[in-house]
Structure formats: C-alpha cells, structure tokens
C-alpha cells in the first residue's frame, strides 16, 4: 500500500472551486485526507507552494505516448480512432483502452464510420459497451451528410458524444494553409477559413436536430466560434474545444515552409486566434486538448505540401495553456477546469477532483518554472513541435496515477 | 538598339552587390542586388552573339542541374549557361513521383552533396522543397522554379528583356495575365517588377487570381481589356492543361475568348506594348499566334535569348566565392 504526503501545495480543485494553500495524504490508490498531518511512514514531499490538481484528461491525443503524459501531468486520454488499424472495432477498442494502463488510462472513441471511410457505420453501440467513451469521426470530417446525419441520430440512442473535425472536405482538399496573403506568397495550396464555418454549421444543424450530443474537436476560425456561441446561446448539445496551436500562433508560423507548423486544421489568421482567445475566456471553447500527433522525422522533413500534419502536444499542453493565466485572460482555475472537469463532462468520465475518496489521479506543477521548449528534448515518440524555442512557464514536478508518484 | 553597357549602376561604399550563398527567390533581394545581376547578365549578351561562345571561368566546377519536375526548356538554358562557362555540366532529371516512391527528398540531396558539386540547380514541383534542400548542401543553390513560389531567373530573364527593348522598368505598367494562382513565374516577376518600380498588374478570371494577391502589391483586374488598358508589357502565363477544362475555366474556347491575347485586345494596350511569354505557349489558348509571331511586339524569342545570359551571370556570382575571386571569398 502506498502512502503519499503532499505538503505545502497549493491545491486547486475545479470540482469544489478550491484554490488554497493545503495539503494532501493519499493512501490505497485514492486520496485519504486533506489539510492533515502526514500520517507516519508515508513518503513526505515538500511541494514549496506548487500547485496540486487533479490530473489532466486529455480530451484528444492521436497517440498513447506514455512518457509524454507522464511529463504532461496527463492522466487520462481520450484517444481519436485514427489509429492503424483505425478503432472500428469492439475488440480494437477494448486493446486501446487497455495500452496506457497503469501510468496512463485510455478512453478510446470509435471510429464512426468503419475504417473512417466516411460511408458506413461502424458499431458504435457494441464498441461503447468495449469502453468506447465516444464516437469521432477522426482526422476529416464526414463529406457525406446523410451519413452524418444517420450517425448522429444512431449515436444519440446510444447517449454517445460525438466528435467531428469540422472542415469542409470538398474545400480543403488538397489544401495545406489557410487561404490568403500568406498561401498566396508562399505558392501554397489553401482553403478558405470558412471551409470550418461550413461544415460546423451543418453538424450543427444535424445536432439539433437528432438530439445529439456533439463536440467539436477543434475551433480553429472566428465564424466558427460564433456558430458555437450562438448555439449554445439556443440550447444545442454542443461543446468545442482547441488545441494550443490554434490559441498561440498564426499563419505567420509557417513561413520558411516549416512543416513542424503543418498543422490540421492549418493555423489561421490573427483575427481569428484572438476570437479564439475570447471565446476561451467567455466558456464557449471548453476544453483544450493536446492533439497529441507526433510525427517521425520522415514524415516532416520534406517540402511543405508533402509533409504530414500534425505534432506532439501533450509534454507542452500544461504549459501552453498556462499562458492564458500568465496574459491575465482567466484565471488558474478555470484553466485547470477546461483540462481535467471540463473534457470529463463532455465524455461522461469520473470528475476529477481533490476531494477525499477520489482516485490520486494527480499533477504537481510549479506554474511559475520557466523553461524552453526544445524539440529535440521533448519526452515520449517524436519532438516535432510548432513551439520549438518558446519560452514557457509551468513545469510538471510530479504525476500521480493511482497514487503511484512519477517524477518526468 | 544598343545594350546598355555593364556596371552602369555604382554601388554605395562598402556595399557587396551580391552578399547570398544561393539564389532561391527574388523575395530577399535588394533593388541594387537585382541590378547588379541584370548588369552582370548584359555584358553575356553580346558574348552570346559571337561566333566563339567559350568562356573558362567555371572550368573545373561540377553543375548540377537536379530537375524534379519536367522540364526541356529550363534545363536546356541551365545546361548551355553552365557549359559557356566552362563548368562541367551534369544533368538529373526524376520524376516528382519518382522521388516519392522510395528515396526522400532530402536522401537524394545529401547523395548528390556527397558528389561535391560546386553548384546545383533545382527545380520542384513543391513550394519550399529547393530552400529545403539549400539548408542541407555544402555548395550554392539556385532555385530553377519550385512549386508555385517562385522562378527567380525567369523574373530576371523577364527584367531583362523589358530593360533592353524599353530602356528602364521604373514606371512602366507590366500586365501579368492568366494562371497567376498557380505561377511561380508571376510571383517572382511581381516582387522582382514591383521592387525596380514597376506598376504590376495581375489580370486573371477571379479562380486563378489567388486570395488576396492584391497584398503582393499588384493592382488586380478581372477583365482582360481593363487589364491590358495602358499597359507598356504584357506578360501572358501558360495555363495548365489539367486546369483548362472545368476545374478552374469552363473551356479553352471560354478561356480563349475572354483572357486570350488576340491583336484585337492587344489595342488596348499602348501601341508600342511589348508581348511577352515564359513558354512553352498554349496557341490559341493564352496566346493568339498572330499575336505571338509579330516580331514588332513579341519578345518571346529574346525572352529565351535573355535567359541564357542572365542564367551565365547567376551562375557566375554564385561560384565566385568558391573560385576565391577577389573581393568574393
């Protein structure tokens, strides 16, 4: 049996709004007490006013990358089917959702449409009952919309939330970059911003109509976000979230042809990250995620057009969204809110708590540590990142997963 | 007409014409850089001319010439540039697709470094991949064209041409008309033109315009007669054949009547316009033959003339540092 004393923490607790100076005793894979002595023989760690919250839920990683979370402070994942092969299967699902386990607990989502073909349905109601938390429909958006009208009604029966890439696939096809100034001085082939606007209008409508319950992986574009708002505003089932990417850096990001900055959706314009920031800052984005997609060195060492998007995301995911504490835009734990509570709401999962009882599924983290992002330092499969050389605040001390203390 | 002489255009004090390793773009250089090169390329003009065409200079010098994406004519100038120079001239050409079946882009570039060329020259047909390369060989690199970014010798061949037959480039009004949304040649002439004081603009059927090409600093015009109205030069771009039937322009017979160059619209021009073409022309789809033959008011040929010289002096520049030439080493 473990015993864990963490003392001197600053706990910040989403679940009971607690945001105070304390302690934490954790015993038997859960947490025993608060703001108590440590009892004898515990291992005792001073945290010297570091932050102690609950563990991060990833809301979308591509990979299960065990020491990437670890470095994260990410406990739990939400797995996107686009895997090799893809989650559209029961047996599939439940061997996803067995691979992170013990350090890392995977929920994996099924594949919507058998082998994300985007024209048959997979078979969501048996994989859910494998452990599926949620049906996505992966990297691109369902083209078609009857299929994604059927799917949603189908997955609505089933209370499964469904998760779609909102890009309107006759659009982007092809296309690499945002289209405007810069795609036009670069040569690159690029769709227009509102290619998101299109397809999550439509999934909009259909949510409102089957009763479904629909998040929106990625809110990339301002008429995106006030498509979210104003859905919400009326009452559809709708939740959205964002990947730091998309809150941090523009178009501007991929000049010199950087492919670490080939991203999917592909990063925007300026106008459109700030709507981004705001709609943070206003709950209508509600979770942000990692979109954790390493790529090996092969698949980014080409010329632009021909890379891979996609990048590693969850070893920076905490630090990246602290810059929102930092800028003053909200405060620490509301942050904390949109990584752990917020992403277990929208898929149903146990909430992460502090409170006495609840698994120590924990992350101690000095939120005023600075450091540099290195790409070719990075924990877990592969370093590619768009922060590559950034300055950060916010460095993970500790991970708890079922009491079980992993220094990254 | 006679050539201007070379080196009209002193240079500031302490002031290198032409401090770059590679030549990936237009975009970067300064006004005097791209004179010094227009310069340099003159006096090969006259060179070219003469019965005895050989020169020593790149004598002993490995060229490059690494074409990813099919070409005859670029290679061809790359080619007779590099060996009126005395270079050893090598050709590689590979199909795009090739190239993507098995070795990366980047293994074909170290081979060909480990090769220790002295210059490569490179086309391909994505955007970025010849700066990709420059960063991972030892020898300077010249852009031959890559994707749809930029083609910086033909915008040079192009200056060239117009400072010859019109005897300046600052204020004249250049009309780049067609395919600009897919045309590196159009990108480097708008940043090369619009850089020596040229009025630039793109006249293109709203599909093949590209967003907000406006912000490349071109005046942007829809109608091929408003387009041309005025115009000193007009510059007709080659349009795909894969683009011409639906996908961007309902037909060549569509396109041909209202963006083909045709002496009637030609009118709208002024009368001493000058026709220009990088080639290979699409008779009858950009361009009316009528139009591009008049040896009054097309350019077309000396355009290829042009490219040889101008393709000598880059090559030139770019290997003096290499030859320890004195005041490049």
Redesign the interface.
Known sequence: MTRLAIVNARLVDPASGRDSPGSLIVEDRAIAALDAPPPDGAEVIDARGAVLAPGLVDAMAFRTDKAACLAGGITRLLLMPDQSPPLDDPALVERAERLGKPDVWVHPLAAATVGLNGSEIAEIGLMKAAGAAGVATGRRAIADSGVMYRLLQYAAGFELPVVTHCEDVSLTKGAVAT???Y????????A?AFAEALAIARDLRLAEATGARLHIAQVTTAEGVALVRAAKARGVAVTCGVTPPHMLLNESAVG??RTFARLSPPLRAESDRQAVLDALADGTIDVIASGHDPRAQ?AK??????AEPGAAGAATLLALALSLVRDGRLPLLDVVAMLTTAPARVFGLPTPSLAVGAPADLVLFDPNAPWRIDSDRLPGRAGNTPFDGLPVEGRVLLTVKGGEAMRP | MTAPAPGRHSLPPGVHPFPHRHLLGIEGLLPHEILYLLDEAERWVDFNRAPAKADDRLRGLTQINAFFENSTRTLLSFEIAGKRLGADVVNMTVGASSVKKGETLLDTALTLNSMHPDLIVIRHDASGAVQLIAEKVDCPVLNAGDGRHEHPTQALLDALTIRRRKGRLAGLTVAICGDVLHSRVARSNFQLLGSLGAKVRAVAPPTLLGAQVDRLGVEVFTDMEAGLDGADVVMMLRLQRERMAGAYVPSTREYFHFFGLTAQRLAAAKPDALVMHPGPMNRGVEIDSAVADDIGRSAITEQVEMGVAVRMACLDVLTRTRRGVEGWA
């Not at chain 1, 795609?183 to 690029?190: D, E, M």
């Not at chain 1, 060492?301 to 021909?306: C, G, K, S």
């Open positions: 289209e405007g100034e795609a036009t001085r670069w040569g690159l082939s690029a227009p010199g042809y092969d060492r080409l010329p632009f057009a021909d």
